[in-house]
């Protein structure tokens, strides 16, 4: 229920990240580049990187149960993708998104069935951790996700973006965890990444409980976003600049660097240096550490390096 918190239609809510009833066992999802979807729109922006884009602008890209469903389906694509090594996800119109869309998605919490409070309580509880899945899955894709955020960033935004691995925003970009002036706790990552985000619980506990908004150049300060830019095209310059430096590089390194990252922030330190010998034992017998060994002893660039796709 706290998913329709997301903030003024600003929640989150998630499908499951884990292959669906019909892709498991069968055959991948296409790629999504060769899709069309109803609330993503998706493109190929230089050699490896995918732009993936909120597309609803005449509703302030508001999640609707569409936007749940299609997040599962596209970035489950990418990740099975071998042609896709980076991603940027962005918002169309003015703003990147105003999060959950109230008007739409209220019934499905608001109509929960059963016949007793238990099997009510049952049922919400599974659809709530469906749609924690939805954004769980910008986690669980290997490929670098880069969130480039410009107005504002309301509720489900937020746990959007936590989600990520790099942020960059707009300086007029700002940030609100919305839910608390809907009656409700966040309950679809926002609570639980976003502390290991900007490293101070006070901050995070003073957002979560007033909804105040942050502006751009206090998410910078606090961590949040990594760099800050006048206008969104110098925005979306600057993360697909670097989604093509990320992609120039080994596939293989990149991608296990990521799986690590993610299992150590989870992890402690023993058990995550155990799994990344466990990881490496296998990685390291690829062709790309000599294939990079000698483009650096021939004083090459990374973007000079032909990589096998993975």
């Known amino acids: 229920m706290a998913a329709l918190a997301a903030g003024l239609r ?5 499908l499951l990240a884990r292959p669906m ?7 991948p999802p296409p790629p999504p580049r060769d899709r069309s979807f109803e609330t993503l729109r998706v493109t190929p922006e230089r050699e490896h990187v995918v732009h993936v884009e909120l597309h609803r602008p005449e509703k302030r890209n508001a999640m609707n149960a569409a936007f749940w469903r299609e997040m599962v389906e596209c970035f489950q694509g990418i990740a099975q993708d071998p042609a896709c090594r980076a991603v940027v996800i962005s918002g169309a119109g003015k703003i990147f998104t105003a ?11 608001l109509m929960v069935g059963g016949e007793d409070t238990a099997r009510k309580a049952w049922q919400l509880q599974q659809k709530i951790r469906q749609y924690q899945e939805s954004f769980s899955v910008l986690e669980k894709c290997p490929k670098p996700v880069i969130a480039a955020v410009h ?11 936590s989600a990520c691995d790099i942020r960059y925003c707009t300086e007029d970009a700002w940030f609100q965890v919305k839910e608390v ?7 679809v990552g926002t609570l639980q990444r976003l502390p290991k985000i900007v490293g101070s619980q006070s901050l995070v506990n003073e957002l979560a409980f007033t909804a105040r908004k942050m502006m751009a150049p206090e998410a910078q300060s606090c961590g949040l976003v990594s760099r800050v830019f006048p206008d969104k095209a110098a925005l979306l310059r600057g993360a697909l600049e670097l989604a093509a430096a990320i992609a120039a590089r080994s ?9 690590n990252l993610v299992y150590s922030r989870d992890h402690p330190v023993h058990d995550s240096l155990r799994f990344m010998a466990a990881w490496n034992m296998s990685m ?8 990079s060994a000698q483009a650096a002893m021939e004083k090459k660039r990374p973007e ?6 993975l």
């Open 99 to 109: 999060g959950i869309d109230l008007v739409e998605m209220g019934s499905e919490f």
């Open 181 to 187: 002036d809907i009656g409700l706790a966040a309950d």
């Open 10 to 14: 600003g929640g989150p809510l998630r």
């Open 284 to 291: 390291l017998q690829t062709d790309d550490i000599l294939k």
């Open 251 to 259: 596939p293989v390194a990149v991608q296990g660097t990521k799986v």
């Open 151 to 161: 107005g504002a960033c309301i509720g489900g935004g937020v746990d959007l973006i």
């Open 304 to 309: 000079d390096v032909a990589y096998a796709k």
């Open 21 to 27: 009833a019909s892709q498991a066992g069968g055959a």
